[in-house]
Nanobody, 113 residues
Framework: QVQLVESGGGLVQAGGSLRLSCAASGRVFSIHTMRWYRQAPGKQRELVATITSGSSTYYADSVKGRFTISRDNVKNMVYLQMNSLKPEDTAVYYC???????WGQGTRVTVSS
């Protein structure tokens, strides 16, 4: 059974940093592309960052240069380092496999101006 547990969210001032973590289980982690998504209040969930099994990375234009996705295939973890945070980054952040599995509970990030 797939399980995704996100953590690391919180309240931060604009310009600050947070590091999100995702513990993934239920699939052979190392062979899967992993993604971070976010859903802001009243908006649809959007893709933020992708890391392939070979550790190639891709980012949404809105976070490029500020966010960094990484993975640890020994610990079955994926991370999202978020720097220079902006109020528009406020959202619940989720990780997931590709192809998608059931969503976890997410971790809430609030950026104050």
């Amino acid at each position: 059974q797939v399980q995704l547990v996100e953590s690391g969210g919180g309240l931060v001032q604009a310009g600050g940093s947070l590091r999100l973590s995702c513990a993934a289980s239920g699939r052979v982690f190392s062979i899967h592309t992993m993604r971070w998504y976010r859903q802001a209040p009243g908006k649809q969930r959007e893709l933020v960052a992708t890391i392939t099994s070979g550790s190639s990375t891709y980012y949404a234009d809105s976070v490029k240069g500020r966010f960094t996705i990484s993975r640890d295939n020994v610990k079955n973890m994926v991370y999202l380092q978020m720097n220079s945070l902006k109020p528009e980054d406020t959202a619940v952040y989720y990780c997931n496999f590709l192809p998608l599995a059931d969503w976890g509970q997410g971790t809430r990030v609030t950026v104050s101006s």
